[in-house]
């Protein structure tokens, strides 16, 4: 297997979190072949409080080094902000000036190579029945702004041990997950347009509804036809407070 350099806390990271997620769930990766070797955007459903474990043991097993968008909050708890800063995950600072300073890392680190996943529902979904919600633009955004792959990654079964709905927590032994890669989105539509709000609204839905087809696939039922869900502008502003 190829060695990846992981780094002191990283790879802190990885001893101690692998072992108790590897007693949680049993895991099945698909389409891992699909990930480009150089620096590429990751989206993804967000299904759970637990899919940053969900999703950084599949990178970790390409091998890779993952680099998630994370609250700036969390880099400020002691010894998980210094855990957050020493594996260079990226700091978002939602509703202030400093929010553009995560693009702008993002864009550098997908430059140097790296893997950078991205929850364009920011948060987990509160669709009733569990599919992707609308997303925001920060993913496409990213992708245009740095030229690199959008790859759509789809996991299910991380909302048994937490539902993003009723918010219950319970671990449970072995619990089945599933990650699935799909082919890269199609970028090159948009390659000589204005990267405008619309540009990017128009990109961000044709993502959603991507990881919305791949996710039925492993559900194994038909996707819904209606529009993505979409938060009540009150649930909105809770999310952007919390």
């Given at each position: ?147 690199a792959p959008m790859i ?60 919305r087809e791949m996710l ?27």
């Amino acid at each position: 297997m190829t060695r990846v350099r992981r780094g002191f806390w990283l790879g802190l990271a990885i001893a101690v979190l692998k072992p108790a997620i590897l007693v949680m769930t049993r895991h099945e990766w698909r389409g891992q072949e699909l990930i480009p070797p150089d620096g590429a955007v990751v989206v993804t459903n967000h299904i759970s409080k637990i899919d940053p474990l969900v999703l950084g043991h599949f990178i970790v097993d390409l091998p890779r080094n993952p680099r998630f968008l994370a609250k700036d909050t969390l880099f400020h708890k002691p010894f998980i902000g210094m855990v957050f800063r020493g594996a260079h995950q990226i700091p978002v600072h939602r509703n202030s000036a400093d929010a553009a300073k995560a693009l702008a890392a993002a864009v550098d680190a997908v430059a140097d190579g790296s893997l950078v996943l991205m929850h364009p529902e920011g948060t987990c979904t509160k669709d009733p029945d569990l599919w992707p919600m609308k997303g925001k633009t920060g993913a496409a955004r990213l992708a245009l702004l740095s030229g690199a792959p959008m790859i759509p990654v789809v996991q299910w079964g991380a909302q048994r041990i937490h539902h993003p709905v009723t918010g219950k927590f319970r671990p449970r032994w072995r619990t089945p997950v599933t990650v699935v890669v799909g082919e890269p989105i199609d970028l090159s539509e948009y390659a000589d347009r204005p990267v405008t709000v619309e540009l990017l609204d128009e990109l961000t839905e044709k993502t959603m509804l991507r990881l919305r087809e791949m996710l039925a696939e492993i559900r194994g039922v038909p996707a819904p036809t209606g529009p993505l869900f979409t938060l009540p502008k009150a649930g909105r502003k809770r999310e952007a407070t919390s």
